[in-house]
T-cell receptor
Framework: DADVTQTPRNRITKTGKRIMLECSQT?????MYWYRQDPGLGLRLIYY???????NKGEISDGYSVSRQAQAKFSLSLESAIPNQTALYFC?????????????????FGPGTRLTVL | SQQGEEDPQALSIQEGENATMNCSYK?????LQWYRQNSGRGLVHLIL?????REKHSGRLRVTLDTSKKSSSLLITASRAADTASYFC??????????????FGQGTILTVHP
């Protein structure tokens, strides 16, 4: 979806290096997410943010940190990259449609960043 | 462990045939969503079914939800080669205000042969 962009699209780095993956969106959504995808494991949530001042750990946050610089920008950092962080990383946004128990929130994904840590 | 588990892991059919994928989950949900991913690309939302709904249609897609069995199925009718992709179910779990914090299954890889 062109409304959600990720940079870089591909990155090869070495163990111990600091890496930042960036995500920008023009959809005007408050909610943003970072996932990683590994073969056979589907998508796993790393961090999520429901607004600029609300950042939460996901299922696999160890070794990662995030920054929500603005409503439109959400960055993921690997402070000291390790080989098992080699994966496909996706950013997503969503817009909650409130409805009490039947609230819905569909997600819009960026094109992904393929990260290789040697 | 994953909230959603999909079956089969891979499905290979001929163009024109129907494709059925199943998703089982463990805890109560607000809604269940299906997404599609073309090779190496971002996921695209296909359809959402709420916990109080049993069936939903969108074009050639039909989704069913059985909350008593904690399962859902996605049917793609009259499949086309362009339907070749991975399909993921994602559950939005009941409780709190964290609507939208989805848990994805491992996906079904669908291959449609021309």
């Amino acid at each position: 979806d062109a409304d959600v962009t990720q940079t870089p699209r591909n990155r090869i780095t070495k163990t111990g290096k600091r890496i930042m993956l960036e995500c920008s969106q023009t959809k005007g959504h408050d909610r943003m997410y970072w996932y990683r995808q590994d073969p056979g494991l589907g998508l796993r949530l790393i961090y999520y943010s429901f607004d600029v001042k609300d950042i939460n750990k996901g299922e696999i946050s160890d070794g990662y940190s995030v920054s929500r610089q603005a409503q439109a920008k959400f960055s993921l950092s690997l402070e000291s990259a390790i080989p098992n962080q080699t994966a496909l990383y996706f950013c997503a946004t969503s817009d909650l449609k409130a409805g009490g128990r039947f609230s819905t929130d569909t997600q819009y994904f960026g094109p992904g960043t393929r990260l290789t840590v040697l | 462990s994953q909230q959603g588990e999909e079956d089969p892991q891979a499905l290979s059919i001929q163009e024109g045939e129907n494709a059925t994928m199943n998703c089982s989950y463990k805890t109560s949900i607000n809604n269940l969503q299906w997404y599609r991913q073309n090779s190496g690309r971002g996921l695209v939302h296909l359809i959402l079914i709420r916990s109080n709904e049993r069936e939903k249609h969108s074009g050639r897609l039909r989704v069913t939800l059985d909350t008593s069995k904690k399962s859902s199925s996605l049917l793609i009718t009259a499949s086309r080669a362009a339907d070749t992709a991975s399909y993921f179910c994602a559950t939005d779990v009941t409780g709190g205000t964290s609507y939208g914090k989805l848990t994805f299954g491992q996906g079904t890889i669908l291959t449609v042969h021309p």
